[in-house]
Each structure stands twice: as structure tokens, then as C-alpha cells.
């Protein structure tokens, strides 16, 4: 039940993260705490009743999880490589 | 005493998800970061799912911190353009309190849950002797949601293909990632001269073993891909280039192997990705075979990013 309570304060953290920082390093950052917050609310469900399925979905969801990261990161250095740019933010100057 | 670890542990992970998310600096950030896969990981032991922290230390932890600070050391400057960025007090404070709103709800869903719990668990024990398969957790990534396993193994090929294609043209066919120079002394050569012996023999076993131990073809190829990691990141090995078709091979070796069982499935059993009960287990171990190989490579690539040499 403590992990419970834990998987979800850190879906609203990795959540805040992901809306309030502006590096998209860091917001890649935010989203996978928000993700291990997913993937442990899922857990702590399952192991109540010992169901092997959500385990197995879990296992599944971080190796897609790992996939999306390394090409959201190739992503963020591209864009840094075309355009110098480390945030996504509307913003004239850079222009 | 449990009780007082499992607080301990849970307040650590959140104390170290705050740190990750506060600290001004990305390269603690992405240390923090390992640090909370880490003890995330000690938490889905506590809960009993050993094979899901076995996943999560390897790639939730190790290899994602690694293509992270991959990433950090490239990621120079912006601090400017970052602080201009940065949302004022009062938007930060709004963001705070609708994501705190959806923490309590979830929070308040986990203390109302249904007793006693639904579970899929004797059901899936019900048909394991049938796939020679004694771990659970196998059984299911590999059986009864097979095909989730097949999209899944898909993924990882789509995600090598996309990463290459942020090449330049110029660069294309050529070796994946950085190169690195040859480290003759000190501690990365040694481990890196040490270690992959060891850590070959480790990911095959963990790879067989998961038929009925914790332990698969995800957590295996990733060892065996961390070997590979080391001893490129050492000078030791280098990448053959993306054009090798010996790679490209690798990379698809398992998805294939999976689909070519499955669609055998129509011809000799119900349908697609059912196993004739007789051959259930040496077909399990074809395409966990050829899918630890085909993790490890496409794990490598990942990492090492698009091609960045001159062509070959």
C-alpha cells in the first residue's frame, strides 16, 4: 500500500516535471519518472493478486519505454545540431 | 521491520525523483536518475516481481542513464535560452496543483481498490505445463500475450531504423556512434578486458534460465549488450557499419524468427502464434534465442545513435 501511495506521487511529479521544465533533456528526464510511476501503480495492483500478466506487460512497457527515450534523445540532439537550440519555447530572439 | 523498510525505500524514491526533477545541472540529474532505477528496482523486489527488476536495473536504469549522459555531455550551453524558458512562479504553482490533484486521485484509487483483488494468476497457471515453460512471467510474454512480446520485439527494429535516419545523407552506411580511441591502461580497459567474458556467459544464462527463473531474453540481451557497450566504449571492439548486412541480420533475426513461428501456427496448430503442444518448448527456446540476440544488437545500436563516421 506504501508503494502505492509512492507510484502515484511520482506520476504527479514526473507529470510537473515534464509541463514546468523547459530543457528537453530534462523533460525526457520527467517522463521517464513518470513512467516508473506507471509502471509501479500497474505492480502494486497486480501483486495484490499475485497475477503474473501485468508483471509481463510491465517488462514489455520498459523496453518500449527504453526505445522512445534513446529516439526522443537523438531527436533532442538533432534539433541542437541543426538549430543550437535546447528548449522548444516560442521564442523571437532566436529567430 | 518490513514495514520500516518498505517506508524507508519508498521515501528514498521519492526524495531522489525530487532531486532528479530540482537540481540545476543535468549531469546529477541523470546520476539521480540511475539512483531512482535503481531503487525502483529494489521496490519491484520487494513486491515480488523479480523479473520486472531485473528489466528495470538493466534498461530503466543502466542503459537508459548511459544514453543519457551520452546525450548530457553533447548538450553544451543554453543556459539562457533555458532560464528564459522557465515558467514564472504562478504558472509553476498551477502546473503544481493540477498534477498534485491528479497524484491524490490516483492515490485515493490505489486505498479504494476491490477485495479480494481480481488476478489473472490461476488461469495462467492452469496451461504452463502444456508450454514446458515454468516461469509465469515467461509463459505470458511468450504465450498468452505473444503477440504484445511480437509488437514489442517490432518496436526495437523501428526504433534502430528511425534513429539511423536522423543521419545526414553524407554519413549514411557508415559506423554507428562516436568512435572511440583505444584505451591501453587504466580502469575502463581493464574492466573492459575483464568483465565481457563473464558478463557473456551471465547474459546467455539469464537469457536460458528465464524459461523458469526470473531472468528472459530482455534482461539477457541486455547484459550481453552492455558487454558489447563496454568494450566499444573502451576502443576494444569496434561497430560494423550500418550497412553490414551481418547487423542488419542480427537486428532482425528475432521479429523474424517470432513471426515465422507464429504464422507455422496456422498450419499446425489453432492459428497465428499458437504452438503445437509438442514442440511448444523448443520453439519458446528458437525465438528466445534468436530475440536475446536481436535485443542485445538492436540495444547496442541505440545506444551508439545514428551514424556518425565517414562512410566506410
Known amino acids: ?95 | 521491520m518490513t514495514l520500516l523498510l518498505d517506508l524507508i525505500l519508498g521515501l528514498a524514491v521519492v526524495g531522489v525523483a525530487v532531486w532528479t526533477l530540482a537540481v540545476r545541472e543535468n549531469f546529477p540529474a541523470v546520476i539521480g536518475f540511475v539512483a531512482y532505477g535503481l531503487l525502483l528496482a529494489l521496490v519491484w523486489v520487494r513486491l515480488g516481481a523479480v523479473d520486472v527488476a531485473l528489466t528495470e536495473a538493466a534498461l530503466g536504469a543502466g542503459a537508459t542513464g548511459v544514453i543519457l549522459l551520452f546525450a548530457v555531455v553533447r548538450l553544451r550551453g543554453g543556459r539562457a535560452e533555458i532560464d528564459a524558458a522557465t515558467p514564472g512562479p504562478r504558472q509553476r504553482l498551477a502546473a503544481g496543483i493540477l498534477c498534485g490533484v491528479v497524484g491524490l486521485a490516483l492515490a485515493v484509487a490505489v486505498l479504494s481498490l476491490p477485495d479480494p483483488a481480481p488476478s489473472q494468476a490461476a488461469a495462467v497457471a492452469r496451461h504452463l505445463p502444456e508450454l514446458g515453460v515454468a516461469n509465469p512471467i515467461t509463459g505470458v510474454l511468450m504465450a498468452y500475450r505473444g503477440l504484445d512480446t511480437l509488437l514489442e520485439a517490432v518496436v526495437l527494429v523501428f526504433a534502430v531504423l528511425a534513429i539511423w535516419s536522423m543521419a545526414p545523407d553524407r554519413r549514411w552506411g557508415a559506423v554507428p556512434g562516436p568512435v572511440f580511441p583505444v584505451q591501453s591502461n587504466g580502469p575502463l580497459s581493464l574492466l573492459a578486458r575483464l568483465l565481457p567474458p563473464i558478463g557473456i556467459v551471465v547474459g546467455i544464462y539469464i537469457a536460458w534460465v528465464g524459461a523458469d527463473a526470473p531472468g528472459g531474453k530482455f534482461q539477457g540481451g541486455t547484459i550481453l549488450a552492455a558487454m558489447g557497450i563496454l568494450a566499444w566504449v573502451a576502443g576494444l571492439w569496434r561497430l560494423p557499419p550500418v550497412a553490414s548486412r551481418g547487423l542488419r541480420w542480427a537486428v532482425v533475426a528475432g521479429p523474424l524468427a517470432f513471426i515465422g513461428v507464429g504464422l507455422l501456427g496456422f498450419v499446425f496448430a489453432d492459428g497465428f502464434l499458437s504452438y503445437p503442444p509438442a514442440i511448444a518448448k523448443p520453439l519458446i527456446l528458437l525465438i528466445e534465442a534468436a530475440m536475446t540476440l536481436s535485443v542485445a544488437a538492436a540495444l547496442v545500436l541505440m545506444v551508439a545513435g545514428p551514424p556518425e563516421g565517414r562512410r566506410a
Open chain 1, 1 to 95: 500500500m506504501i508503494y502505492g501511495l509512492v507510484a502515484s506521487a511520482l506520476v504527479a511529479l514526473g507529470l510537473y516535471g515534464l509541463v514546468t521544465q523547459p530543457a528537453l533533456l530534462r523533460k525526457v528526464l520527467a517522463f521517464n519518472l513518470l513512467g516508473g510511476g506507471v509502471f509501479l501503480l500497474f505492480g502494486v495492483v497486480a501483486a495484490r493478486g499475485g497475477d503474473p500478466v501485468p508483471q509481463a506487460l510491465v517488462i514489455t512497457g520498459i523496453v518500449v519505454a527504453f526505445a522512445a527515450t534513446a529516439l526522443a534523445l537523438v531527436l533532442v540532439l538533432r534539433l541542437f545540431q541543426i538549430t543550437g537550440a535546447a528548449t522548444i519555447a516560442e521564442d523571437e530572439t532566436r529567430r
